[in-house]
């Protein structure tokens, strides 16, 4: 008679599958613009629903000779404001018992990672939202716009940024640190800059005098701009953020021609760009994490969330500018 083997089909209700129980989650942006937020109250004077800052204007040059026995005409100081609206903000999720109780992961753990990140994320949209809302206006290789009718050739070129560090300058514009301007751009608008020829682009003196950030792959600082390569600026995380209002993406309103290309903002900004102010009382400079209160008979449903009261303003449109490119990776 011949052997007969045990094995795993035999033994089925014992070779199970295996569970990894420590918690993976989707890939997360990096989150940036909440930090270009440089004005924040110092000396509010109470609680309100917006918050005005005040900004003197200065005085005209005065370079003519005074007379030996002529009083001067004394001259008007004035001034103008800046308003930052607050406004609520916030989201949850809650997890039953029965999960609790049934699932081999740590899922009120797990959940509470995923609130909080969405905190951050929900957060710096705001911000990225303000900035990229602001008027001084551009088009890419020095196109005339407007952005619904941007072409391939309206691309991100070195000259772009020549011309608005130069804009920047003029209206005394104060770096932001290290003597550059800061920059941030999607990496396939990034893509272009880089691919672009001649000893006036990016990749030439590089090549002479930094060649290991080429191999690395680092943009770094370029024409005065420190810059940032973000997702976060593509033309489908606008939409999606801003509620497909945004007219970025191709076949919208205002996308590219022809609903042929998308359309990416390139945000070069100086000091004292943007601001940023919140409600001392019930939330602060952060979102808050909130656990809420169980208030089901059977204290089963239990609430995470988070919460802030706040809101982010341009503070010096002069400080932003906006340049709106297509890319040659995208259509």
């Known amino acids: 008679m011949a052997d007969v083997p045990t094995t795993a ?17 989707a890939l997360r942006d990096e989150l940036y613009f909440d930090a270009c937020a440089s004005i924040k109250p110092v000396a509010q004077s109470h609680r309100g629903s917006t918050v005005q800052f005040n900004i ?26 800046v308003t930052v609206a607050l406004n609520e903000y916030g989201n949850a999720a809650i997890t039953t018992a029965r999960v609790r109780g049934l699932s ?13 990140y969405n905190a951050g994320i929900s957060f710096d949209c705001l911000a990225r939202n303000v900035l990229v809302a602001g008027s001084n206006v551009y088009f890419g290789n020095g196109g005339a716009g ?24 003029m209206d005394n514009v104060q770096r932001v640190m290290n003597g550059l301007y800061k920059g941030f751009f999607s990496p396939d608008v990034e893509v272009d800059l880089r691919e672009e020829t001649g000893t006036a682009g990016w990749r030439d003196p ?52 022809s609903g042929n290309f998308d359309v990416a903002p390139v945000i070069i900004l100086g000091n004292q760009a943007l601001a940023k102010t919140w409600s001392t009382l019930v939330s602060g400079p952060m979102p808050n994490t909130i656990l809420g209160e ?10 995470v969330g988070w919460y802030w ?13 906006r340049i709106e490119v297509t890319s040659t990776m995208v259509k």
């Open 104 to 116: 081999f992961m740590m899922v009120s753990e797990d959940v509470a990672n995923i609130v909080g």
């Open 309 to 321: 009261l706040g809101g982010f303003g341009r503070f010096r449109e002069a400080a932003i500018r």
């Open 146 to 169: 407007p952005r619904n009718t941007l072409v391939a050739a309206n691309s991100l070129k070195a000259a772009d940024v020549r011309r608005r560090v130069a804009n920047l300058s």
């Open 294 to 303: 169980v208030v089901d008979k059977l204290r089963r449903f239990v609430p």
């Open 56 to 81: 003197y204007n200065e005085l005209a040059p005065k370079v003519s000779v005074l007379s030996e026995t002529v009083d001067v005409d004394a001259v008007a100081v004035s001034d103008s404001i």
């Open 9 to 25: 089909t035999t033994l089925a209700n014992q070779v199970t599958t295996a569970y990894e129980q420590y918690a993976y989650f």
């Open 206 to 257: 590089h090549a002479y005098s930094q060649p290991e950030q080429i191999w690395n792959g680092e943009t770094g600082a370029f024409e005065g701009v420190s810059w940032i390569s973000t997702p976060r600026l593509t033309a489908a995380n606008l939409e999606t953020a801003q509620g497909g209002a945004g007219g970025f993406v191709n076949g919208g309103a205002a996308g590219g021609a």
